[in-house]
Each structure stands twice: as structure tokens, then as C-alpha cells.
């Protein structure tokens, strides 16, 4: 399975050609748990780049620079068919890690874009993101300064993430924007409620982070609480722990019956949904599902060749209105808590 390459599409206009589907490497080292076998996620990378995977996503935010460098042999290894996506702005307070810090002024981003290329030991980042959106700067003075950097040779492409519609409006206005990521799947679609017709609008491409439900889709696990390590970030996304985790398992029926008709997996048929909204939408749309192991990333790359019915797109659509529980336990830092 996973032998054929996946077909590429062009991230936004005039933006970079890539894979239909990307790959996501924060749990790699950072906020999954411990990853039990490096060697493993390494030879992922790999794998991934041979099934045509070409967007491989971090930030400076994944454990502190820690995600950034330890894709960076990787990358180096493989600058010229790589499309490196890092991000800036947001970062953990360290007597609370579940406490955001969030920044998008001039000198915090010269600093991030600086450390950033020093720890991949690149002289250019692809895409560069804005994380999260700080509303003390205006985004047009944010997007300015990432417009510099772009000038200056050490930025390709920007990207936003989690930002509104008129968010994105307002940064376009200043300078072409390759990407807009922010979370989208069978369980997280309030971007369609504004954000997602704006990109199509302007041209700008669709980046959804999270497309399996950090893994709930896939049916990687059932209730935070009671499954995953200690240190795992899931624990704290209130969808997934407690009567909500229970309440939401029960909604995964339609996705496995799919999946049955397809000889497919849940997981597949997830990001199956998820890429088919390029075509329902108008734009294009690139997930970026992560893991650690090959026979997961052969697996979703598969995905990328099914393709769903009217009737199974329909039988899956109320899904999402059905979830209990948020996104995160605090919905500010996205683009739902400001629309």
C-alpha cells in the first residue's frame, strides 16, 4: 500500500507547488507524549518524501525550537524537494505550560525568523506563518514585517494561522498570502463558516492542521484521561476527555461504515473528507496529518485516492455539529473565538 506517488497542487496562487497532503511534525518530539523511537520518526520523513509528501510543517513553538532541529537533518538532506513550513509567534510560559504567550511585533519576529533558520540551518524558510494573531498589533503592521523578510531574501512564501475572515482580508491587502492553516476536519468546521470563502476568494490555499482529530478520528485512542501519557497535550482538549470523549466516540458510526465500503480505514476516510473540500469549496486544500510511523503516513497518503460519494458526504456532514466539547479549553487564540 502507499506505493504511488499522491498528485501535487499549487498552495495558493503563486504559491508553492507541493503534495496534495502534507505532513504535520510537531508530535514527532512535542506535545504527543515521549516519542519511544526517533530512528522511527526519522525514517518517516522519509518515506513520506518517496510517497510524494513534499510540505513538512513545525514551529518554534514545538518544544522550544526542539521540533526545528530535529527535522533539520532531514531537511538539509533534502533542501531542493522540501517545502519547509516553520511558524512564529507563540510560545508556553514555562511555570505553566498550558499558558499561551503569544507576540507578532517587529523585533520578536526578527528574533524567531533568525533563530529559526539557525536551528534548521537553512538560508530560507518556504512558508513562514504567523501562529497565532496578537489583536494588540495590527495585522497589517505583522504582515508588513513578514513582507520584509520576504524582501530580504529570507522568507518565500507567508502563511497565517487561525486568523478570521477579515483577518485574512486585511493581511492580503498588504502582501499575497501563500497559505491559511488553521484546524479542519469531520469534527472542526466552524472555518466554514467565513474563513474558508475568503481563501477562495483571494486565492489563498488551505493548510487544515489536525485533520484526524489529533488521532480521535483515526480512533488512535478513545478518552485522553484514561489513555495517554501524562504529558500529552490531548489531556488537555476538552473534547477528548471525560462524558464529552465517550459522547463523541459514539458519532464515529457513519465514519467506520464508510470506511467498510471503501475497505479503507477511519482515518482514511477522515482525510478523504478533508481533501475532497478542495472541490466543494474551490481552493486548494492540503492536510497536514502527522506521525511517527511509515505504515501510517503510506496509509494516509493512500487517502489521498479515495473518493467520496454525494450520499457518504452527506451521511458524514452532521458529524460536526454534533461534538461535545471545544476545540481547546481556551477558544481566544483561534480564529472561532474573534469571528
Not at 464508510?258 to 492536510?287: D, E
Not at 510511523?293 to 450520499?311: F, H, M, P, S, W
Request: some cysteine; proline content about 5%; hydrophobic content about 45%.
Amino acid at each position: 500500500m502507499g506505493n504511488e506517488k499522491i498528485e501535487t497542487v499549487e498552495l495558493g496562487t503563486g504559491g508553492p507547488r507541493v503534495g496534495v497532503q502534507g505532513l504535520g511534525c510537531m508530535g514527532m518530539s512535542f506535545a504527543y507524549g515521549p516519542t519511544d523511537d526517533p530512528d522511527e520518526a526519522r525514517a518517516t520523513l522519509e518515506r513520506a518524501l518517496e510517497l510524494g509528501v513534499t510540505l513538512y510543517d513545525t514551529a518554534d513553538a514545538y518544544g522550544d525550537g526542539a521540533n526545528e532541529e530535529f527535522i533539520a537533518p532531514f531537511v538539509r538532506a533534502h533542501r531542493d524537494e522540501v517545502v519547509l513550513a516553520t511558524k512564529f509567534a507563540l510560545s508556553f510560559d514555562p511555570a505553566d505550560p498550558q499558558r499561551r504567550i503569544i507576540h507578532n511585533d517587529a523585533p520578536y519576529i526578527r528574533r524567531a525568523v533568525e533563530g529559526s533558520l539557525r536551528r534548521l540551518g537553512v538560508d530560507v524558510i518556504d512558508l513562514y506563518y504567523m501562529h497565532r494573531r496578537d489583536v494588540r498589533v495590527p495585522i497589517e503592521e505583522t504582515v508588513g514585517v513578514m513582507a520584509e523578510l520576504v524582501a530580504e531574501g529570507k522568507v518565500k512564501h507567508l502563511g497565517l494561522s487561525e486568523v478570521t475572515a477579515g483577518e485574512l482580508r486585511a493581511a492580503q491587502a498588504v502582501h499575497p498570502i501563500a497559505a491559511l492553516q488553521s484546524e479542519w476536519s469531520l469534527f472542526s468546521r466552524d472555518v466554514e463558516d467565513g474563513v474558508v470563502a475568503a481563501a477562495a476568494e483571494l486565492g489563498v490555499g488551505f493548510v487544515p492542521y489536525s485533520p484526524l482529530g489529533r488521532g480521535f478520528l483515526a480512533g488512535s485512542f478513545v478518552s485522553a484521561d484514561k489513555e495517554l501519557d501524562s504529558g500529552d497535550f490531548r489531556r488537555q482538549q476538552p473534547r477528548f476527555t471525560g462524558d464529552n470523549a465517550a459522547a463523541n466516540a459514539a458519532l464515529l458510526e457513519p465514519v467506520r461504515a464508510v470506511a467498510a465500503a471503501h475497505g479503507a480505514s477511519a482515518g482514511q476516510i477522515a482525510l478523504a473528507w478533508v481533501q475532497q473540500q478542495a472541490a466543494v469549496h474551490g481552493l486548494a486544500v492540503v492536510p497536514i496529518p502527522g506521525t511517527r510511523k511509515r505504515t501510517r503516513v503510506e496509509e494516509n497518503a493512500a487517502a489521498t485516492r479515495i473518493r467520496l460519494t454525494d450520499e457518504e458526504l452527506a451521511r458524514l456532514a452532521p458529524i460536526a455539529g454534533k461534538v461535545a466539547g471545544a476545540r481547546y479549553a481556551d477558544m481566544s487564540f483561534t480564529s472561532a473565538g474573534r469571528e
